[in-house]
């Protein structure tokens, strides 16, 4: 028997006991905790974020599962804009970068992240998640409230 046929154990019985291993949930949080951080590195380098930004906020972010509901009920603001309340604690762009999508009729709309002032003055589908709040504009830079489309959000 040779030493490196030594380490081999005969039988199951002779094998080492199994290393304990992680919940999987902790090991989720930890990858993601880990992702999370290089992440808002590169966002700060790249001075798209806030050096004051809520870690745990962002952390939550990552973990959170989707959301999904309907845009309702909207309100004229200015211009081409229009808000909507969507729910309180998803990740936005005031904190780092949304991931909120928004839908005209099952199809995404877009530029997202777009300044309030673009969505007012241009519209074409613009759209800003800012806390608890939706800035947006239709494609076609129609009334969304009497234009008989139906406009969803999926976090």
Request: glycine share 10%; aromatic share 8%; with cysteine.
């Amino acid at each position: 028997m040779t030493s490196a046929s030594a380490a081999i154990p005969e039988s199951a019985d002779d094998a080492a006991p199994p290393v304990a291993s992680a919940r999987p949930g902790v090991v989720y949080y930890f990858i993601a905790a880990a992702g999370c951080t290089a992440y808002s590195i590169c966002q700060l380098a790249a001075g798209r974020m806030d050096p004051q930004v809520n870690a745990g906020k962002m952390l939550r972010g990552v973990l959170r599962r989707h959301v999904r509901g309907r845009l309702d009920p909207i309100h004229h603001e200015t211009g081409h804009c229009y808000t909507c309340s969507v729910p309180r604690g998803l990740l936005s762009d005031a904190e780092a970068v949304s991931r909120l999508v928004i839908y005209e009729d099952g199809v995404p709309i877009g530029p997202a992240h777009a300044s309030h002032n673009d969505v007012r003055a241009h519209g074409g589908g613009r759209y800003s998640h800012w806390s608890g709040w939706l800035y947006f504009s239709t494609p076609d830079n129609s009334d969304p409230r009497s234009n008989g489309r139906q406009y969803t959000f999926k976090d």
